[in-house]
T-cell receptor
Framework: DQQVKQNSPSLSVQEGRISILNCDYT??????FLWYKKYPAEGPTFLIS?????DKNEDGRFTVFLNKSAKHLSLHIVPSQPGDSAVYFC??????????FGKGTRLHILP | DSGVTQTPKHLITATGQRVTLRCSPR?????VYWYQQSLDQGLQFLIQ???????AKGNILERFSAQQFPDLHSELNLSSLELGDSALYFC?????????????FGPGTRLTVL
């Protein structure tokens, strides 16, 4: 049973446009959400997070939106750059519990 | 560079064998986590140690075990290996134990079971 779902295995976006990566979760106890980015042959690196008391968190070109009623979050990257091409993992956790990761979405930024 | 090191980078072995993966956390981090990433799968949490003690267990098979030593490095032991154990194994570390803390991942060990 997948508690964190990333339904798009891959996404292609033109350089300079907005990339939107989506994530759905099923566990209503989750109250902290994270995005990790992974390049080939490297471990995932933390990108941005959001607590359930917020509905938006912004860090430079990256913004995460949380819709608790829909159990949905999204990561927006604006503008998209070639270096953003990577696999993005959505993750969620409940207080003092392990982090559950989604399967990831591979983002391709097209020149 | 996350500061987390994992050895070896690649491991090729045969079914039925036993291997040990090693992880050194970032300096000062007391928590170590192990994850498995199989083909087309997300990162599956296996087990967490905090300051030498097992803290949380995930989808870890009985054939797998781990420990964290006094110097805080950790080892993941995989025995009676099967073809399906072929995967990337990541170690991550964080300062404390709760999941609100960012985890820093190592580069992973790629295990191939033939």
């Amino acid at each position: 049973d997948q508690q964190v779902k990333q339904n798009s295995p891959s996404l292609s976006v033109q350089e300079g446009r907005i990339s939107i990566l989506n994530c759905d979760y099923t566990n209503s106890m989750f109250d902290y959400f994270l995005w990790y980015k992974k390049y080939p042959a490297e471990g995932p690196t933390f990108l941005i997070s959001i607590s359930s008391i917020k509905d938006k968190n912004e860090d430079g070109r990256f913004t995460v939106f949380l819709n608790k009623s829909a159990k949905h979050l999204s990561l927006h990257i604006v503008p998209s750059q070639p270096g953003d091409s990577a696999v993005y993992f959505c993750a969620a956790s409940a207080w003092d519990d392990k982090i559950i990761f989604g399967k990831g979405t591979r983002l391709h930024i097209l020149p | 560079d996350s500061g987390v090191t994992q050895t070896p980078k690649h491991l090729i072995t045969a079914t039925g064998q036993r291997v040990t993966l090693r992880c050194s956390p970032r300096s000062g981090d007391l928590s170590v986590y192990w994850y498995q990433q199989s083909l087309d799968q997300g990162l599956q949490f296996l087990i967490q140690y905090y300051n030498g003690e097992e803290r949380a267990k995930g989808n870890i098979l009985e054939r797998f075990s781990a420990q964290q030593f006094p110097d805080l490095h950790s080892e993941l032991n995989l025995s009676s290996l099967e073809l399906g154990d072929s995967a990337l194994y990541f170690c991550a570390s964080s300062v404390v134990t709760d999941s609100y803390n960012e985890q820093f991942f190592g580069p992973g060990t790629r295990l191939t079971v033939l």
